[in-house]
């Protein structure tokens, strides 16, 4: 599995051009702001159906022009596909997968399987339990389309449930309309809360022992998957949702009072341990990158191990901040698939597998000299 060519017109600061790929490891070497993010960014867009980073698809566009278009020619199962996406300032975007029109973003997903990597993934350690959930939610979009199913009528539930509690009045008809919302997001959250936990589970042992090996069996990582204290994440679907659905008619005056949702797996998390400490609190910043990378190797192998083909590997600033040792690891694991890994330094990117490397200046790529080694 991997992405040919992409072809790119209006995208960020990227000039109008085609990029081609080697099917192993492509090294993108270039100074800060000259486009290397945003290159992993459009590739991102064709495995998560939406960017790593921007909130909204205007943002998208390159300043100062009306629309942008990607296009990408990826390879997946020995076939060819074509996948491609417009963006426009004044109209709704345009998805084809093979020339055939795509009603959503979601229908992207799974096409091209990617797992990144960039400096804002430290937030999976270092940050609010948000960016754990986040974690787990694109890992799981494209493994199960019934969690990507479930996860958008949840999302859809909870706007509607939170607009309820905030606009109604004492007297209103909320007593009436509120179980209708409670029983079906609890339906949702609790196939969110077996499948990430489910997650959670596999990827443990698998993160533990990639961070052993990366920091030389020095450090051990833990982690659990932490939901409401009352509620087991192992249990059966059904006996999570009757759960939730329980606390959420016991916590009803609680959530008028607050105006917002109080329960569902919007506020769960992951705890995570190094040498049973949390990672959070205590952890350096390159453990904390470490962990990180961790878990990212670890999805990928677990991507692999579902999909029977490995996804795209996108690695965006991933040496900074790490010792020679741990930068020496960390490449040596890249072979096996497709990488695209961002690079400021070429002398850091020596002895890699089979690929090739690509120059990014003021928004253009071209191919550039592979480095010694």
Request: net charge positive.
């Amino acid at each position: 599995m991997h992405i040919a060519r992409l072809d790119l017109r209006g995208f960020r600061n990227l000039t109008a051009q085609t990029v081609s790929f080697s099917p192993h490891v492509n090294v993108v070497l270039g100074d800060n702001a000259q486009g290397k993010s945003n290159l992993l960014e459009a590739v991102f867009y064709f495995g998560g159906g939406k960017s790593f980073r921007a909130r909204r698809e205007r943002e998208l566009i390159r300043f100062g022009e009306g629309e942008a278009a990607l296009g990408a020619h990826i390879v997946s199962g020995g076939r060819q596909q074509t996948l491609e996406a417009r963006f426009s300032v004044h109209a709704r975007r345009i998805l084809r997968a093979n020339g055939v029109k795509l009603t959503s973003p979601r229908e992207l997903v799974g096409r091209l399987p990617c797992v990144f990597f960039g400096p804002e993934e430290l937030d999976i350690v270092r940050g609010g339990a948000a960016a754990r959930r986040r974690f787990l939610d694109l890992a799981l979009c494209q493994l199960r389309p019934r969690y990507l199913t479930a996860l958008s009528e949840y999302v859809r539930l909870y706007g509607h449930k939170t607009r309820l509690l905030r606009d109604s009045r004492p007297g209103a008809a909320l007593a009436d309309t509120l179980p209708v919302f409670n029983s079906r997001l609890a339906a949702a959250g609790a196939a969110l809360i077996r499948y990430r936990a489910d997650f959670a589970t596999r990827v443990t042992p698998a993160a533990a022992a990639l961070h052993g090996d990366i920091s030389g069996g020095r450090e051990a990582l833990s982690l659990r998957y932490v939901t409401h204290g009352s509620l087991r994440p192992d249990d059966p679907e059904e006996a999570l949702a009757a759960g939730l659905l329980a606390l959420m008619e016991e916590r009803t005056e609680a959530e008028r009072a607050a105006a917002r949702c109080l329960v569902g797996p919007h506020r769960d998390d992951i705890d995570l341990l190094l040498d049973g400490v949390p990672l959070r609190a205590f952890g350096s910043q390159g453990q904390s990158r470490t962990a990180a990378l961790a878990l990212k190797l670890a999805e990928r192998d677990i991507f692999r191990e579902e999909l029977g083909e490995t996804p795209v590997l996108l690695l965006d600033d991933v040496l900074s901040e790490l010792d020679s040792r741990r930068q020496d690891f960390i490449l040596h694991r890249l072979g096996g698939g497709q990488v695209i890994i961002t690079c400021c330094e070429p002398g850091r990117m020596t002895g890699l597998p089979e690929g090739k490397n690509l120059l990014v200046a003021a928004g253009r790529v071209t191919e550039a000299a592979a480095a010694d080694g």
